[in-house]
């Protein structure tokens, strides 16, 4: 199975899910199992909090599971998008400072998805390269593999959004 759109060569990841720092996970909704068959991943209850950037029906989390959507485009955002972005990657390191299990998904579980997680992760204080790093090492080579997303973690959210607003 390969991801939707202009990055036809890329591979759906091995596993629904993956830890890229205690308690943080990212994921998506589609993944290649063992067996190289593709698979749906769908989240009952394994997390107290799930962030949703691509919603598709069928796929959860379970009722009673704390879940917010916010749908955006894996390509150019604009102020108000990346806004949420941003809200979203406080709500995730609210909830892990909580001790909470915190899942944040997109289609694939790359770049939508790891674009959230490292902001998250440079919020903490963590250098926005060596989150890079870290997310292609623990989810896939191919996670952030969006350049736009990349320039923009490097850029820092806060700054993306203000120059993307400016052009609006």
Same mark, same amino acid.
């Given at each position: 199975?390969?991801?939707?759109?202009?990055?036809?060569?890329?591979?759906?990841?091995?596993?629904?899910?993956?830890?890229?720092?205690?308690?943080?996970?990212?994921?998506?909704?589609?993944?290649?199992?063992?067996?190289?068959?593709?698979?749906?991943?769908?989240?009952?209850?394994?997390? %107290?909090? &799930?962030?949703? #950037?691509? @919603?598709?029906?069928?796929?959860?989390?379970?009722?009673?599971? =704390?879940?917010? !959507?916010?749908?955006?485009?894996?390509?150019?955002?604009?102020?108000?998008?990346?806004?949420?972005?941003?809200?979203?990657?406080?709500?995730?390191?609210?909830?892990?400072?909580?001790?909470?299990?915190?899942?944040?998904?997109?289609?694939?579980?790359?770049?939508?998805?790891?674009?959230?997680?490292?902001?998250?992760?440079?919020?903490?204080?963590?250098?926005? %390269?060596? &989150?890079?790093? #870290?997310? @292609?090492?623990?989810?896939?080579?191919?996670?952030?593999?969006? =350049?736009?997303? !990349?320039?923009?973690?490097?850029?820092?959210?806060?700054?993306?959004?203000?120059?993307?607003?400016?052009?609006?």
């Amino acid at each position: 199975m390969r991801t939707r759109g202009r990055h036809s060569d890329v591979p759906a990841p091995d596993s629904p899910w993956s830890e890229i720092v205690p308690g943080l996970w990212m994921g998506g909704h589609e993944f290649r199992s063992s067996s190289g068959r593709h698979e749906f991943a769908v989240v009952h209850d394994e997390f %107290d909090l &799930v962030l949703t #950037l691509l @919603r598709l029906p069928g796929h959860g989390p379970d009722p009673g599971v =704390e879940h917010h !959507v916010w749908p955006i485009p894996d390509g150019p955002l604009d102020g108000t998008q990346l806004a949420g972005v941003m809200r979203l990657a406080q709500a995730a390191g609210d909830a892990l400072a909580e001790g909470r299990r915190v899942l944040v998904r997109c289609y694939h579980g790359y770049n939508r998805s790891g674009l959230v997680v490292a902001h998250a992760l440079v919020r903490s204080g963590r250098a926005p %390269d060596d &989150v890079i790093r #870290l997310i @292609r090492t623990r989810r896939s080579p191919w996670a952030l593999h969006n =350049e736009l997303f !990349v320039e923009y973690l490097r850029a820092g959210l806060p700054t993306a959004r203000l120059l993307e607003e400016l052009t609006e």
